[in-house]
Nanobody, 114 residues
Framework: QVQLVESGGGLVQPGGSLRLSCAAS????????MGWYRQAPGKERELVAI???????TYAEPVKGRFTISRDNAKNTVYLHMNSLKPEDTAVYYC????????WGQGTQVTVSS
């Protein structure tokens, strides 16, 4: 069994920064690929960033150079550091774990607005 709990979302002004965290229960974390996805109202869920069990990272083009994904296997936690936030980054951000099965967190709201 796996449970994922996101935290760190909130309201931030354009140009600001946030750090999202996702804590995973269970024993699969260190062997899994972790990802952050986001979904804005009326839009499809989209990939934000992925980090493999070997810490190889992949980013969606809109966030390259602004967001950084990282993981701490000792804490079973994956992070998304978001800098230079834009209004178009506004969405619910979801944590994802992939091993032989796929698991999702409940999501955390990020709103970028002045």
């Amino acid at each position: 069994q796996v449970q994922l709990v996101e935290s760190g979302g909130g309201l931030v002004q354009p140009g600001g920064s946030l750090r999202l965290s996702c804590a995973a229960s269970g024993s699969l974390f260190s062997r899994s690929t972790m990802g952050w996805y986001r979904q804005a109202p009326g839009k499809e869920r989209e990939l934000v960033a992925i980090i493999s069990r070997y810490s190889t990272t992949t980013y969606a083009e809109p966030v390259k150079g602004r967001f950084t994904i990282s993981r701490d296997n000792a804490k079973n936690t994956v992070y998304l550091h978001m800098n230079s936030l834009k209004p178009e980054d506004t969405a619910v951000y979801y944590c994802n774990l992939r091993f032989t099965s796929e698991y999702w967190g409940q999501g955390t709201q990020v709103t970028v607005s002045s």
